[in-house]
Nanobody, 126 residues
Framework: QVQLVESGGGLVQPGNSLRLSCAAS????????IGWFRQAPGKEREEVSC????????YYQDSVKGRFTISRDNPKDTVSLQMNNLKSEDTAVYYC???????????????????WGQGTQVTVSS
């Protein structure tokens, strides 16, 4: 069965860090474009970061630039999102998604992701 699983969410205080991980079963992530999305209550889902499966290029939403880092660990077949200096506005359910399309463009709704995880809750609160 093909699926993505996120882990690493939790409750942290503002200014602290979390590391989210995305793992797959039924396929290998290495060649896939991987996106990290989040959805806060009452808000639309937004793509916060993405890493290309073809050239390794990375995308970050402006609100997380300098604080979040996306990376691959090919031996472990995971993609991580290191989140530093977390803010209350980062509170959301975070999802990873995968696309094998070599033409995929991050943060472009014309390019859909094929697989989605179930999400992991990140809560930033004092």
């Amino acid at each position: 069965q093909v699926q993505l699983v996120e882990s690493g969410g939790g409750l942290v205080q503002p200014g602290n860090s979390l590391r989210l991980s995305c793992a797959a079963s039924g396929f290998t992530l290495e060649r896939y474009n991987i996106g990290w999305f989040r959805q806060a209550p009452g808000k639309e889902r937004e793509e916060v970061s993405c890493i290309s499966g073809s050239d390794g290029s990375k995308y970050y939403q402006d609100s997380v630039k300098g604080r979040f880092t996306i990376s691959r660990d090919n031996p472990k077949d995971t993609v991580s999102l290191q989140m530093n200096n977390l803010k209350s506005e980062d509170t959301a359910v975070y999802y990873c998604a995968a696309s094998l399309d070599p033409e995929h463009v991050c943060n472009d709704p014309r390019y859909e992701y094929e697989y989605w995880g179930q999400g992991t809750q990140v809560t930033v609160s004092s």
